[in-house]
Nanobody, 124 residues
């Protein structure tokens, strides 16, 4: 199964920024669309797709809740996908996961994540 390593989370004040990274040593990501999802504390049964970037990087999408604040990007040379998060809000607090999308153009939802995720806490 596709296993990713997420990093970059931490504690940040409202309005602050973080950049998350997603990579894997098991395969190269350049044949896949990759996205981010999140799971808020206390809502373990609910995982929200946040963003996705197409195989070629030309298509990106975002959940309405993060649109205009988050930016997804990829660096295939580094085998890494990033999520730049700006203007963070307390409701962004969650464990963030990355995963392969069901289609190369992000037209399908993300596959289940098998990584451990990285915790983002937005609090004063």
């Amino acid at each position: 199964q596709l296993q990713f390593v997420e990093s970059g989370g931490g504690l940040v004040q409202p309005g602050g920024s973080l950049r998350l990274s997603c990579t894997t040593s098991e395969f190269t990501i350049d044949d896949y669309a990759i996205g981010w999802s999140r799971q808020a504390p206390g809502k373990e049964r609910e995982r929200e797709d946040v963003s996705c970037i197409s195989k070629g990087g030309g298509i990106t999408n975002y959940a309405n809740s993060v649109k205009g604040r988050f930016t997804i990007s990829r660096d295939n040379a580094k085998n890494t996908v990033y999520l730049q998060m700006n203007s963070l809000k307390p409701e962004d607090t969650a464990v963030y996961y990355c995963a392969v999308a069901g289609d190369i153009d992000c037209s399908a939802s993300l596959m289940d994540s098998w990584g451990k995720g990285t915790l983002v806490t937005v609090s004063s």
